[in-house]
């Protein structure tokens, strides 16, 4: 019986050896993750553009639409208009540019609204079918408008919700196929701290905190037959501090953390058998499949990476910026931006300046990039220009 049993043991141990098919991970497999209208995410004033690309926690601009609606509140002024113009590839080409418009109003002490348009145009591509035909031109474009609705709930803190139409028009029709418009609807929702002044040692301080959700909205494609896209879905974190030297001096340091809420790409492979013949390709070696509803998407994007945790954390973009205000009629700002080798190695450095005459706001920002990845946007030139009516209309909550 003894025997028996250390058999029967004996048994149960013994690997199986049937045969089994394994997966070979593809070598040249990139984790970048990419969306549809990128335009979206391209920083459209000079401002937020001099403190590399950020704007959800810095005070309240007439651009705060892009970034964080919920600033609007704590404007001073009663209502404002900007307009701004950034040069895209500006070595290679002079016609493509992101153009855009806002306009927000405070309605009082606890609400206000803003609307806003932005155009992004890839320039003119001409056709011909000789050497000695007319040239025909097509204008490839992008747009999007946007409104937003603010409310203050506290003395310190407002919220906002803002809806997006967006509009994609990048089909050349004299190329074969039947690409078409591509357009849908996005939602933003965000949030905005702006602490009390205090009084410190040697200098009067205040904290801002912000947070923003943006680009909520289904899938898409351009054609019956192409893949679906995920719109730029990103939550953005970010705090600062303002050091108040005195009536004249006042220095703003922010920071702010950007995560792209769009599933990572899983490593694909090739499934082989015993004797290394393909049975079959584009296998998910590691991760998780990456065609999901924007929703589900959304929460994956936490978790997804074959990388682990590690690779989620590479995931994350950060920004570091400063303003130097002086009568508040004078601005100096500079940021630094970077991004994961790994994720699409963007790092650059910016500078900017701004001037306010009256109601009239001027803005400048240059980008230098620090990565071996040129920018779209290196040595470019942006400019905003912004008009604030009701200025010193302001009442405390």
């Known amino acids: 019986m003894k025997n028996l049993t250390l058999l029967l043991l004996a048994l149960a141990f013994i690997p199986n050896t049937e045969a089994q098919n394994t997966i070979v991970p593809n070598p040249n497999d990139l984790r970048i993750v990419t969306?549809?209208?990128?335009?979206?995410?391209?920083?459209?004033?000079?401002?937020?553009?001099?403190?590399?690309?950020?704007?959800?926690?810095?005070?309240v601009d007439a651009f705060s639409q892009q970034w964080n609606a919920s600033k609007?509140?704590?404007?001073?002024?009663?209502?404002?208009?900007?307009?701004?113009?950034?040069?895209?590839?500006?070595?290679?080409?002079?016609?493509?540019?992101?153009?855009?418009?806002t306009y927000y109003n405070r309605l009082d002490q606890r609400s206000a609204f803003a609307v806003?348009?932005?155009?992004?145009?890839?320039?003119?591509?001409?056709?011909?079918?000789?050497?000695?035909?007319?040239?025909?031109?097509?204008?490839?474009?992008e747009f999007s408008l946007d409104a937003s609705y603010v409310l203050r709930l506290s003395d310190q803190f407002g919220m906002a919700v803002g809806m997006r139409y967006w509009r994609s028009d990048l089909r050349l029709q004299e190329l074969p196929g039947d690409a078409s418009a591509a357009g849908t609807f996005g939602v933003d929702i965000s949030g905005y701290y702006q602490g009390e002044?205090?009084?410190?040692?040697?200098?009067?301080?205040?904290?801002?905190?912000?947070?923003?959700?943006?680009?909520?909205?289904?899938?898409?494609?351009?054609?019956?037959?192409?893949?679906?896209?995920?719109?730029?879905?990103?939550?953005?974190?970010?705090?600062?501090?303002?050091?108040?030297?005195?009536?004249?001096n006042k220095i703003a340091v922010?920071?702010?953390?950007?995560?792209?809420?769009?599933?990572?790409?899983?490593?694909?492979?090739?499934?082989?058998?015993?004797?290394?013949?393909?049975?079959?390709?584009?296998?998910?070696?590691?991760?998780?499949?990456?065609?999901?509803?924007?929703?589900?998407?959304?929460f994956q994007s936490f978790g997804d990476a074959p990388g682990g945790f590690s690779e989620e954390i590479k995931e994350i973009t950060w920004a570091l910026g400063a303003e130097y205000l002086y009568q508040d009629s004078f601005a100096f700002r500079a940021g630094y931006f970077n991004e994961s080798e790994e994720k699409g190695a963007r790092k650059f450095l910016a500078l900017g300046a701004g001037f306010k005459?009256?109601?009239?706001?001027?803005?400048?920002?240059?980008?230098?990039?620090?990565?071996?990845?040129?920018?779209?946007?290196?040595?470019?030139?942006?400019?905003?220009?912004?008009?604030?009516?009701?200025?010193?209309?302001?009442?405390?909550?």
């Open 35 to 59: 969306t549809g209208v990128p335009f979206l995410a391209i920083a459209s004033d000079a401002r937020a553009a001099s403190m590399a690309d950020m704007g959800v926690a810095t005070s």
């Open 72 to 101: 609007y509140v704590f404007s001073e002024a009663k209502l404002g208009i900007g307009v701004s113009y950034t040069p895209y590839l500006s070595k290679l080409v002079n016609d493509i540019f992101l153009g855009n418009i």
């Open 116 to 141: 806003s348009l932005r155009y992004f145009s890839l320039g003119d591509i001409e056709f011909v079918d000789g050497p000695d035909d007319t040239p025909r031109i097509q204008r490839p474009n």
């Open 197 to 248: 002044e205090q009084a410190y040692a040697d200098f009067n301080g205040r904290w801002r905190v912000g947070f923003a959700i943006q680009n909520i909205g289904p899938k898409f494609k351009y054609d019956d037959g192409g893949l679906d896209s995920f719109q730029p879905t990103n939550l953005r974190l970010g705090g600062g501090f303002d050091f108040i030297f005195d009536d004249y």
């Open 254 to 298: 922010t920071t702010e953390f950007t995560k792209l809420l769009v599933p990572t790409p899983p490593i694909l492979g090739t499934e082989v058998d015993e004797d290394g013949n393909t049975v079959q390709e584009d296998v998910i070696y590691k991760g998780k499949p990456d065609d999901v509803g924007f929703l589900k998407g959304m």
């Open 357 to 397: 005459a009256n109601v009239v706001n001027i803005d400048l920002s240059y980008l230098f990039s620090t990565s071996k990845v040129q920018s779209p946007l290196e040595n470019t030139l942006r400019f905003s220009l912004t008009f604030n009516i009701g200025e010193g209309e302001y009442i405390e909550y």
